[in-house]
């Protein structure tokens, strides 16, 4: 009997030892599939943005040139306007990077006071999971490509510059027209290197123009602001790289400049709203 009795409680023994390993390897399993099915890679957050001041260009006085009767003047006029399709924004950036669950619980978190990162603006909500370069020459239609196979890349079809431009009222040939200004792409001069959630865009990969800086002219490597495109939403997305305290067009420090679109011609003085948001790190 008690022979018996021990061999059963060795067939327990070992019953027990591999229903636990069983257990493990289960349990491991499921810590390997919910780590492999992870979200990988935050994405931009909206922000909330706090007008400071908000001016334009004062028109100068004329200047006169006198009439004598009889005569006939040549004259070389020079002058300027101010901009009926653009909209600019600068200002400074602070921000928090955090550690939370989605109902907002903190676990942890630091402050950035010189924060490294980009600014988002868009007219409307954007989802980024296919996050792309804006193709300034793409086919003007959408859905005829896969646009999730170039996430952080550039797709052939979506919206294009003349799209874009008929969308805010503009004329192919204005000088201020969208492929006019986003005019840098790929070359020897090229915007930095930077991410947008998972995605990774690199140098020189998008269209982009500079901002000005406090010398009145564009500089390498300052003030970039790039063109993205969501697809999900047929989205043109203006991307500002941050600077750190860097002297602006004002001869202000600034972490950020960029422009948006806005239609301002024929009388239209009704606004456009824009969604902020940011990536810091």
């Not at 874009?164 to 503009?170: A, K, N, R, Y």
């Not at 500079?210 to 790039?226: D, H, I, K, L």
């Amino acid at each position: 009997m008690d022979r018996r009795k021990k061999r059963f409680q060795g067939v327990w023994l070992d019953a027990s030892i591999i229903l636990l390993l069983l257990i493990l390897i289960v349990g491991l399993k499921l810590v390997r599939f919910d780590l492999k099915n992870k979200i990988t890679g935050a994405v931009p957050f909206g922000a909330t943005p706090s007008e400071v001041r908000s001016e334009t260009s004062i028109a100068p006085a004329p200047s006169p040139i006198g009439a004598i009767a009889g005569n006939v003047t040549e004259v070389i006029i020079s002058g300027y306007s101010v901009t009926q399709s653009w909209q600019g924004y600068m200002g400074n950036v602070t921000g928090v990077i955090t550690l939370e669950d989605s109902s907002n619980y903190t676990m942890y978190n630091w402050n950035v006071t010189n924060p490294q990162g980009e600014v988002y603006a868009a007219n409307n909500s954007v989802t980024w999971t296919n996050i792309q370069c804006f193709n300034l020459t793409a086919t003007g239609t959408d859905g005829s490509c896969d646009q999730t196979a170039t996430a952080g890349g550039m797709n052939l079809c979506g919206k294009n510059a003349s799209v874009l431009e008929i969308e805010f009222g503009m004329n192919p040939t204005d000088v201020d027209g969208v492929d006019e200004t986003f005019n840098m792409t790929q070359g020897s001069d090229q915007h930095d290197v930077f991410y947008t959630g998972s995605h990774m865009f690199d140098s020189g990969e998008c269209a982009f123009a500079r901002m000005f800086g406090s010398t009145g002219e564009a500089a390498n490597n300052q003030w970039e602001e790039v063109l993205l495109w969501d697809p999900n939403g047929n989205n043109t997305v203006f991307t500002a790289l941050l600077e750190q305290d860097l002297l602006g067009f004002d001869a202000r420090n600034h972490d950020f400049q960029m422009m948006v679109l806005e239609n301002g011609r024929l009388g239209d003085t009704s606004a456009t709203n824009y969604y902020f948001y940011i990536e810091v790190e």
